[in-house]
């Protein structure tokens, strides 16, 4: 998998349940942390500005691979601030920039984000039903905001925090307008 900093890393998830003749009741659980988390960068290497979700997009994708359709994903621990752009990108989105190329990983790249094409989506995320685990309940953007609360432990300044806010509003109302 990809790990917070685009280097590989190990990760892995849970498989609930069973498949078979007479149930189909499987559920993965996957712990963001796993593929994106903290952990796998030394503190005085931490840039919130340019780490990714995609390893947790990749485990989600194992799992819709798998044949699974529910997943309990725990949000944890992570090393990104970039709202889950590269899960998203992992996934299939394609987050592209005005002259129709991908953006970059992690919050830098969201600034650069001018529409999101869904063409090559993984087919099976449709139907899959994504519960999300988290013991938080802090808003996106603003002063109590993800880029705010949480951007100082993944090594964020005070300047950083506000360009991080920044971006992820914008990659909010760019979300808001894809239809």
Sequence with gaps: MTGPDGQPVNAQYGILGSQGKYTNSVTAVIEMAEASGLHHIERDRRNPMLTTSYGTGELIRDALDKGINHIILGLGGSATNDGGAGMAQALGFKLNTAQGTSIGY??????????????????????????????????????????????????????????????????????????
Excluded: R, W
């Design 106 to 179: 992690g919050a830098a790249g969201l600034s650069q984000l001018a529409y999101i094409d869904d063409s090559t989506v993984h087919p099976l995320i449709a139907n899959c039903k994504i519960d999300v685990a988290c013991d938080v309940d802090n808003p996106l953007c603003g002063n109590n905001g993800a880029s705010a609360i949480f951007g100082p432990q993944k090594g964020a300044t005070p300047e950083m925090v506000t360009e991080l806010d920044n971006t992820l509003n914008h990659f909010a109302s760019i979300v808001n307008s894809t239809p």
